[in-house]
């Protein structure tokens, strides 16, 4: 039995969504799939969970998702609105005293050591302090019985990946939070995966993320079963934009759960 579960914590671009000063239509929304904090997920497995990303809600999303125990938290990239709320994680170490297995790319890791010494210098070991164990990804790895298999994409200057989530021979589900584009070695990884949620950020161009034709494009090209769009901005309305799209291409929204049985 596969028994693999996601649940979106947040699905909007970095600044989130309503956005600071903004009056258009989606902030000024009602629909709750119009509220998007920053994108992250939350995978829970029988014989572990881990969240992938830690941004500036991730507390709020800790507490809104329900979520009591965490066995590791997965990074894609440095960029702030996958980091700042790393310090939350310190409460899913407490019952135990433990540390923290923090799977990331060596240059993610050295930017949580620049900007959260104080958790990895050692020097404070009071309970309550977050303990982080570093765990620099070099290639697939495991937690429980799911492969996590890194899929770097192009992003701007960062180095960045996704991630590929393999369990007892199905490749279920490649998360692309955030992308340019994708080289044919990730593109290899991830043809006719199970589901494909990939960075959407909306219609218009963007020089760092993919908009709403070129993730059409690989959605025809990798060919899933289904995708959903995620990372999105306020250009994007749920109830305006999703029924324009295929039948197997959604809009990720904050609370929604994805099931393999
Ligand atoms: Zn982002
Ligand atoms: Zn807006
Ligand atoms: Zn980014």
Not at 47 to 60: H, K, L, Q
Not at 106 to 125: D, H, K
Not at 242 to 261: K, M, S
Request: proline share 8%; aromatic share 10%; net charge negative.
């Amino acid at each position: 039995m596969t028994d693999f579960t996601l649940t979106f914590l947040g699905t909007g671009t970095s600044v989130g969504i309503p956005m600071i000063g903004c009056d258009c239509e989606t902030c000024r929304s009602t629909d709750p799939r119009d509220k998007r904090l920053r994108s992250s997920i939350w995978v829970r497995t029988p014989e572990a969970a881990w969240v992938v990303d830690t941004g500036p809600d991730f507390r709020t999303q800790c507490l809104r998702a329900g979520i009591r125990h965490l066995d590791a938290a997965v990074f894609t990239h440095p960029h702030m609105d996958h980091l700042t709320g790393f310090d939350e994680l310190r409460r899913f170490t407490i019952p135990a005293d433990a540390f923290m297995p923090v799977h990331a790319l060596p240059s993610c890791l050295q930017v949580l050591e620049r900007m959260f010494t104080y958790a990895f210098n050692g020097e404070n070991r009071y309970r309550g302090y977050l303990k982080p164990f570093p765990k620099p990804v070099h290639g697939p790895f495991h937690l429980g019985e799911t492969t996590l298999t890194p899929l770097p994409v192009q992003h701007g200057k960062v180095e960045c990946i996704g991630y590929l989530f393999t369990r007892h021979g199905r490749r279920l589900c490649a998360y692309i939070p955030d992308a340019k584009s994708l080289p044919q070695s990730t593109l290899d990884l991830i043809q006719g995966v199970d589901t494909l949620i990939i960075d959407a950020l909306r219609h218009t161009e963007h020089p760092t993320h993919l908009n709403f034709t070129e993730s059409l494009a690989l959605h025809a090209l990798i060919q899933p079963r289904r995708t959903f769009f995620t990372h999105l901005q306020c250009e994007i309305m749920h109830s305006r934009e999703e029924p324009l799209l295929p039948p197997d291409v959604r809009l990720a929204y904050d609370g929604l759960e994805l099931h393999w049985e």
